[in-house]
C-alpha cells in the first residue's frame, strides 16, 4: 500500500446527502479544496451541488477518489456499491452507522461480533478505514466547530488500524474545529457506535478520553 499524503489539500466526499453535504460545507469554511461524487454521474448532480454546497466541485466518484482523504457518506446498506478498487491505497473517513433501530436490520452487520467500519475495513481491503465523524448529528457538525484551545471546544474521536491515516484525519478534525481524541485501533470505534454514550451527547476531550478509557473496562458481573 502507497503510503497516505502528510499535506491535506482536497477531500472527496462520496454521498450528498445530509452528512455528505455538512462535510462538505465544513470542509470549504476550514479552506479545502472539495470534490462530492454520488452513485449518479458528476452532470446529473452539478445543479444541486451548486446549490448546496456552493464552492465544491461535484465529480465523478473516480474523480473523488483522486482526493488526498476520502469521506464515505453514503447509507450503510449501499456499502457494497462502493468500488474496493477505486479506493484501494486511499485514506476513507467511515461516517456510516448501523443503527438497527432507525435504519432496520441488515443481514451483513446483525450478529456479526465486529465493527460496521471493521466489516466496511474488510469490504475494503487496500483502503486505510477512519471511523470518525460518525457520532456528531449533521446539523451539529456546522454548529459546533469552534477554533482550538476554545473552552467550549467538542472532542471527535477517531480510530484505525492504520497511525499514519489516523494522523491524517486528526489535522482535518482540527481544521474542522473540533478535538481529535484517538481511540485506538480500528475495533476501538465500538465505543462511540449507536447506542452509546459517547454516540448520543457531545463531551469535550478530557470527557472523551475518560469514556473511551472506560470503554476499555470489562462490563461489571
Ligand atoms: N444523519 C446524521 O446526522 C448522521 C450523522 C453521522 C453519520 N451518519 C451516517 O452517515 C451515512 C449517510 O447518512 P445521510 O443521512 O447523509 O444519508 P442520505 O441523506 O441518505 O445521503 C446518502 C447519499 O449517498 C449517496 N450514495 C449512495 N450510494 C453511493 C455510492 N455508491 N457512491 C457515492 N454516493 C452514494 C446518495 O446519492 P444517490 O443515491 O443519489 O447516488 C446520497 O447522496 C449513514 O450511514 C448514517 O448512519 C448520519
Do not use: C
Not at 58 to 65: C, G, P, R, T
Not at 102 to 120: H, V, W, Y
Not at 203 to 216: D, F, I, W
Amino acid at each position: 500500500m502507497t503510503t497516505a499524503p502528510t499535506e491535506l489539500r482536497t477531500i472527496g466526499i462520496l454521498g450528498a446527502g445530509r452528512v455528505g453535504t455538512a462535510v462538505a460545507r465544513q470542509a470549504l469554511k476550514a479552506g479545502y479544496e472539495v470534490k462530492i461524487a454520488t452513485a449518479k454521474s458528476a452532470s446529473e448532480i452539478s445543479l444541486i451541488v451548486e446549490i448546496i454546497t456552493p464552492g465544491a466541485i461535484a465529480v465523478d466518484a473516480a474523480e473523488a477518489a483522486s482526493a488526498d482523504l476520502v469521506v464515505i457518506a453514503v447509507p450503510l446498506h449501499k456499502y457494497r456499491t462502493l468500488d474496493p478498487e477505486l479506493l484501494a491505497g486511499l485514506t476513507a473517513i467511515d461516517v456510516m452507522n448501523y443503527w438497527a433501530p432507525i435504519d432496520g436490520e441488515l443481514d451483513d452487520f446483525e450478529g456479526d461480533p465486529r465493527t460496521s467500519s471493521e466489516i466496511i475495513q474488510a469490504y475494503l481491503p487496500e483502503t486505510r478505514i477512519v471511523k470518525s465523524l460518525n457520532h456528531i448529528g449533521y446539523h451539529d457538525l456546522e454548529e459546533d466547530g469552534r477554533e482550538p484551545g476554545s473552552p467550549d471546544r467538542r472532542a471527535l474521536a477517531l480510530a484505525s488500524d492504520d497511525e499514519e491515516a489516523k494522523a491524517l484525519v486528526a489535522g482535518f478534525i482540527d481544521r474542522l474545529g473540533y478535538d481529535a481524541v484517538d481511540a485506538g485501533p480500528l475495533s476501538a470505534g465500538r465505543a462511540y457506535q449507536p447506542g452509546t454514550e459517547i454516540f448520543a451527547s457531545a463531551h469535550n476531550a478530557e470527557q472523551m478520553r475518560a469514556l473511551l478509557e472506560a470503554a476499555k473496562q470489562p462490563a461489571p458481573s
